[in-house]
Nanobody, 114 residues
């Protein structure tokens, strides 16, 4: 599975961004999909996960109520809608396939200015 993330950018605090991650191949619908992030000087951390059917989601406490993960299996794409962004959300965001992150895409930079 190859993953291509996009949608990052520079936004002011309180703003919104939507990240997309498109997978190659015909097995996308078999995988849990997730997003993680890594801020400068910090370890990569879990952000959100969604099951194969889009019926179960999990979020890190730090983003709960502000971020929404969703997927469109017909388009082989997982999304991360990020609202009420804070400067501490600044990081490189990575998408992953598989419950334990079997496959990773390249990151997309999100920068939130105060």
């Amino acid at each position: 599975v190859q993953l291509q993330a996009s949608g990052g950018g520079l936004v002011q605090a309180g703003g919104s961004l939507r990240l997309s991650c498109t997978a190659s191949g015909r097995t996308f619908s078999r995988y849990y999909m997730g997003w993680s992030r890594q801020a400068p000087g910090k370890e990569r951390e879990f952000v959100a996960r969604i099951n194969q059917y889009g019926t179960t989601t999990n979020y890190a406490d730090s983003v709960k109520g502000r971020f929404t993960i969703s997927r469109d299996n017909a388009k082989n794409t997982v999304y991360l809608q990020m609202n009420s962004l804070k400067p501490e959300d600044t990081a490189v965001y990575y998408c992953a396939a598989g419950f334990t992150g079997d496959y990773w895409g390249q990151g997309t930079q999100v920068t939130v200015s105060s």
